[in-house]
Each structure stands twice: as C-alpha cells, then as structure tokens.
C-alpha cells in the first residue's frame, strides 16, 4: 500500500486510477484556478512532497492561520495547501477521526483541517453533522486569513460556516441537506444545544422585557437578527432634529 | 606481383574480411529472449482483458528502490548569502556540472534558483539518482498516534523551557552553550581521529585566495 509523492499522476487528465470521493477523482473537489495554485506553490513542492498521514502532522501543527487564498497574486495558504494533501492521500477514516479529537485538543488548526476534510470527503450527510456538532462547543480563537486582511474567528464559528455556508476557504462545498430536512426524515435527532435550558430562559428574558419596554421606547425596535431598524434609527434621527428646531 | 595484398597492405585472405563478424549464437539467445518476453506480455494483456481491464505495461522499479519520504527539515536556501566562492571559467555546461547555484550531487546539476532546484528535488530523475520509489509508504493509525505523541511531547519541552525568570534564563541559555561547545568538540575531535598520526586537518592558507578586493 502506497500512494504517490505529489499529486502529478492524481491530476492527469488522461485518467485517473485511485480512490473515488462522490464518484470522482477527489482532488476535484477544488476548484480548477486554486488546485493549479496550489501545484504551483512553493510551500506545496518543498512541505508536502512525500507526506503520508503521519509525517502531515509535522506540518499541521505549524499551522498558524486558516484562511483560502490571499493577495493579488492568490496564494494559497498552508491551510489549504494541507486539505489538498488530505484529500490527495485520503487516510482511513479512524485518522481523520483520531486527528479530529484527540490530536485536535492539543492543535487547534488540525481539528479546523480535519473537520474541513471530513465536509469535503464524506458522503452521508447525517454522519458529518454528528461529527462536526460536538466541536460548536470548542470556542478556542483561530486566525484566519483573508484576502488581503486578517480576521478573528472561533472554531464553533468555522464549523458552524461549514455546515451551513456553501463557500469557505476558496472552496465551493459539496451540497449538503440543511439539518430540518434530515431531522424530518428522521435520519438525524434533534440537536441539543449545550446551553441547555439557559437558551429558553434567554428566550423568555427576551420576551418579558419585550412586553415591559413596549410602551416606553418607540424607537428600539429590534428586528429579527437583532439588530436595531435601519428605519426606526433614521425616524430617531428625525426626531432629535425636530427637537433641535 | 607474386603476391595478393589490400589496397592499404592488409594481408587478408579475402578482400571482405575487413567486415564485423556477427556472434550468431549471442543474438540467437537474445530474439529468443525477446520472444518470451512478448509472450508473457501477450498473456499478460489477455489476461487482463478477460478481467474487464486495461493491460498497461510500467517501467519496472528497481529491487532495491527505497520508499520516498517527506522532507525532515526546510530546503536552507540561505546558507550561501554572503560568501564568496569561485566558480571556474568553463565549470557548467547550461544545467549540467558544478558553477554558481544550487547544486544537486546526485544528479551533477545546478539550478539557478530556489524554485528550479525543488522543483528538481521532486522530479522523477532525481528519485531515479537516488534510488527512490517515488511512492511513499501509507501510515497506519498507530504510526500516526505516535508521531503525534512525540510532537505533543516536543511542544511541551518547548513551553518548559519558554520562561521569563531572569535567573532560570541565564541556566537554560548556559545549558544551551554547554551542549553547542560539546558539539563542536566532538567534530574536532572526529576530524583528528581521520587523519593519520591523529595531527589533524591542517589548515592551508594562501594569500589573496580568491577574494576579490
């Protein structure tokens, strides 16, 4: 059992002979632009040459940054230089599994790899929630880079973006049903949040203090995201003004 | 004339003689090698075809070819900034031979930049020079485990020594120079042992040696 030392064979357009992810050659799961990037890209041929599953943690626990491509020029980042590898090599699935909770407590940015890979490489909808859901309770910080920036997020925000976003990291994600319609076919549970019932009583706290405020202050109201009314704001602007006069 | 003679004073029998005699039995053995070869091939192809697959015939591998790693440290493309070294008039041919640049021993090429000379590194000549596989090895989820355990462990000898105390700052970084002057001594006294009469290598020095004023 081996595989090859770079992914030259795996991306001949002739033919390809390997392991087959959603029927096809899984290396096609990015995009045509980023996957001749990152072939292109010094941190491919000099770091990823020659990793197999074990050697790759060397270099994801390097990892410093999440992130798609940056600058003019769109380089890829390690990141994702990482995720092609994975999905060049395909471990077993006990190693993602391993990467993901244990190694994962200890390196932040291999859990995020990982749980990008198993969005990316696993076929049945239901099993990539219940593996994915448990980490929304990992609130550890992640560095992300973006396009010509840098961004502060969390781990329970990059797995929620996976499951629900369709475009992350330069990646467009294969379809996924949404977690209603699972839940409907009675494929999947319903989710318990972590938070518990502190959730219904942040809900009823809400609604209590809704009905108290109603008739004191016009203005405040909040929309469905929470976020004040651009309109209500303007019609307070409005009327400052008209007390000014 | 009495006797028969070549144009040039061979004192052959005939006048072909002059021509390459063919070892019959040498290319005998070898048609009849070539023969058997196309036969197994033939078979080869038959038997794939009957298995609903496509026969494709690969360069053999060497016996002894060894599994192709990853890398264990990064290419140290920096170590020849700043210095001084002289290339000969007509050392290098294009890529070929030794002159300014990265140099590949096992393949006698140099590469002009860092790009060329990984690019080099990961080609499928040079994995032939060095006698690899070009195929690295699947590692099983007990390798991986152990891999991470180590890194976990160097990670945590790292945090240890990370510390702010003045006092205990001053023992790691002494620690630190105790090992490296231990080192060095040890290489000094490796290079002593190699040479005869344990004198050691003795420096030449010659003025003006190629440094360019």
Redesign the interface.
Known sequence: MAHQADAKRALDERGYQGVLIRGDNPLKLFEKPVRDRIVDSYYWKEQCFGLNAATLLDRAVELSFIGGTYGIAQKPTPFLCLAFKLLQITPDREIILYYLEHAGDEFKYLRALAAFYIRLAWEKDEEVYTTLEPYLADFRKLKRRTRESWTLTHMDEFIDDLLVKNRVCATTLPKINPRTFLEDEGKLEERVSPLGEELDELDRDDDDEGERSEGEVEELEVNGNGHQDSDSRRSAEDDEMNDAD | MSERKGAYGAKSASDTSFRKTWDREEYAAKAAERDQKAKEEGKARHEAAAAGKKYIRRASTPEDAK?????KA??NVADQVGKTQLVAAGAGQGKRGKSAGFYCDACDLTFKD??QF??H??SRQH?VATGE???????T?D??????EY??RK?EEEKARETVDLGTRIQVAAEQAEREREEKRRKRNEKRRKTKDGKGVEEIKVENDGIIC
């Open positions: 599994d192709t790693e990853a890398r990064r290419l860092n790009l990984v690019e590194l990961n994995l596989s070009g195929e690295v090895r699947r590692a989820l390798e991986v485990k152990e891999r991470f890194l976990k990670r």
